[in-house]
């Protein structure tokens, strides 16, 4: 006959193997209730608010990011080195703007508005010295304007209040070449170093040609015709 001592682990035996199988099957429950839910498709958020948002690599180094600058958007991409390469930001006449920036950080290209409004683009030389611009007039024209490495005029192009177009070449500033379009026909108007117009070519307000000559001292030389 069995003892009671011997009969109490028969019974404890007994209870360990449903305590065993109890547990494996709730492990099994919970395990399929897991790979259910792997199967369900998160729903996407209709909105993500936060005041910025960071893209980064795998060291850690930030090359993107979207925040906010004196209570405007901006967005701006960076190097690895951590050297800001591209910004979208709002100027300071409200209008938006997009710099680009070389390795040293000196801004290369330039789009926004003008103070007249309307579009501006400009390209800066390595020394952040405007070169080249291209614009909008008072009077809604376009313009182009070439500089040169002390952000002086070299090239002017651009629309005439009298109508058609202008262009004049300068040097140091001083422009000695100019080109102009109006209604009655072409003209054409060489200057001296001291700003005195020596050449005049062109259509006059008759629609008549005329070539004129005149010396430094603004004195006519001569004329064709007479």
């Known amino acids: 006959m069995q003892t009671k ?17 109890g547990s494996i099957g709730l492990l099994v429950i919970v395990l399929g209730f897991a790979m259910m839910s792997f199967d369900k498709k998160q729903a996407a958020p209709d909105v993500i608010e936060a005041k910025a948002f960071h893209l980064v690599n795998d060291d850690g180094k930030v090359l993107a990011e979207l925040t906010n600058v004196k209570g405007n958007g901006e967005i701006n991409t960076y190097s690895a080195q951590g050297q800001r390469l591209l910004s979208f930001f709002q100027s300071d006449g409200g209008s938006g703007g997009i710099n680009t920036f070389d390795k040293d950080g000196n801004v290369l ?18 020394a952040t010295t405007p070169v080249v611009e291209l614009g909008i007039t008072k ?10 490495r002390n952000e ?9 209040e009298n109508g058609g177009g202008y262009f004049s070449i300068s040097n140091d500033g001083q422009e000695m070449l100019r ?11 060489i200057y001296n170093g001291n700003n005195t117009r020596v050449v005049y070519a062109g259509a006059q307000d008759t629609k008549d040609g005329n070539v004129s000559v005149w010396n430094s001292g603004a004195t006519r030389t001569g004329s064709l015709p007479q």
């Open 5 to 21: 001592l011997e009969q109490r682990i028969i019974r404890l035996e007994k209870n360990l193997q449903l305590y065993r199988f």
């Open 139 to 148: 009077i809604e024209s376009g313009y182009l304007r070439i500089n040169d």
């Open 179 to 189: 080109f102009s379009t109006p209604s009655d026909g072409g003209r054409m108007g």
């Open 109 to 126: 290209f330039k789009v926004t508005s003008s103070t007249d409004g309307g579009g501006y683009m400009c390209l800066f030389n390595s």
């Open 152 to 160: 002086k005029k070299m090239a002017w192009i651009t629309y005439t």
